[in-house]
């Protein structure tokens, strides 16, 4: 049988290629075939360069920190430049929701990446945009850009998004899972408004119109009134991986990420493997760290099975020991 493992990371404990490799070896009777995944989120750089380099950012709350930025071979002698929002103002980088300041969080670090990619030269800049602990609506990134004087980019900039939320929905949405509380979620949404409105006079732009502005927490808006392209993160990769192809040689799909959740279905990993699989007719299987239960019976009453770690293991061992448990798990349910 042939086992086609594509997963998303989970966020703060997993990598996708780590569960690639784990699930390889745990299901070494059957042919696994490797496919770590990203929606545009964490993970997204690992997945699509080939060569890294280190370079000096600040994180969401302006601490000095160190980032990633990725190479890959672009047309004959060209380099495109990959960078992923959440190495710099990722919500892991400032220890997950707790850790956060969800109201002075903003997007600062990814403006000083920018200036290191183009530093580069690239004959394209690619950005996975998502995993962010802002709702900043993209403000630290112009403000930075405009104290530099960079008033377009130069080179042609896409921007893989990881949600198709739009601008003033990014706090609504995402914001409580970056450690708002709901008057602070109402306080962040207000400002994405305003925010929304300065971009209409300064850009022309209305940011509400386009699907994943809300992105990073609006960040995907700021970059697109700057003249990024935005494009789909998912769909990103499965293009350049050829994931089509990949689910029509399986005959089971795996698949996961930490949360399973209504976000889930926005553009992200696992919404999008199902879909892919479903008009293919296969049958996927679900495993995920933590789950919210209405989504699990929607996902079981479409005919795929779903497994949360937690629930199986106890929310501790399953943080703890989260690799050992999916391999595991993987190894008694693919039968
Ligand atoms: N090993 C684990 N066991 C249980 N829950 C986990 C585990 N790893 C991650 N999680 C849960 O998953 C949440 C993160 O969700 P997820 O990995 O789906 O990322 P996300 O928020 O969708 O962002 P991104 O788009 O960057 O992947 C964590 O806050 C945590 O609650
Ligand atoms: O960073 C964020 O706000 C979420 O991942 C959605 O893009």
Excluded at 136 to 164: E, H, M, S, W
Aim: glycine fraction near 12%; aromatic fraction near 6%.
């Amino acid at each position: 049988m042939n086992v086609l493992a594509a997963f998303d990371s989970f966020k703060g404990t997993m990598s996708a290629r780590a569960i690639g490799r784990e699930l390889a070896r745990a299901l070494s009777s059957y042919e696994v075939r490797e496919c770590p995944l990203s929606d545009g989120g964490e993970g997204f750089l690992e997945i699509l360069a080939n060569r890294f380099v280190q370079v000096p950012t600040v994180d969401a709350l302006g601490r000095g920190c160190f980032a990633r930025l990725g190479f890959r071979e672009h047309g004959v002698s060209g380099v495109e430049v990959i960078l992923e929002t959440a190495q710099t103002i990722g919500l892991t980088q400032v220890g997950g929701a707790a850790g956060n300041d969800p109201i002075r969080a903003d997007s600062t670090g990814v403006a000083i990446l920018l200036e290191e990619a183009l530093r580069r030269r690239p004959a394209a800049i690619l950005v996975g945009c998502g995993g962010s602990a802002v709702t900043d609506g993209g403000l630290g990134f112009i403000r930075r850009a405009r104290q530099r004087k960079l008033a377009t980019y130069g080179v042609p900039v896409r921007v893989a998004l990881d949600v198709r939320t739009r601008f003033t929905q990014a706090g609504e949405v995402f914001a409580p899972q970056k450690g708002a509380a709901p008057k602070e979620v109402d306080l962040l949404s207000a400002r994405l408004v305003a925010l929304h409105a300065w971009y209409r006079r300064w850009y022309g732009i209305d940011l509400d119109e386009y699907a994943g502005t809300g992105a990073a927490g609006g960040l995907g808006g700021a970059l697109m009134a700057f003249g990024a392209v935005l494009a789909s993160g998912f769909d990103e990769v499965a293009s350049r991986i050829q994931l089509s192809r990949q689910i029509s040689e399986a005959d089971l799909v795996l698949t996961g990420e930490g949360r399973l959740d209504e976000t889930s279905f926005d553009g992200k990993v696992v919404g999008e493997v199902l879909m892919l699989a479903e008009s293919q007719g296969k049958q996927v299987v679900v495993i995920v760290g933590t789950a919210d239960s209405r989504i699990v019976e929607r996902v079981r009453h479409s005919g795929h099975r779903v497994y949360a770690l937690s629930e199986i293991f106890g929310i501790e061992r399953s943080l703890a020991n989260p690799l050992q448990l999916i391999g595991e798990l993987a190894r008694s349910v693919v039968a």
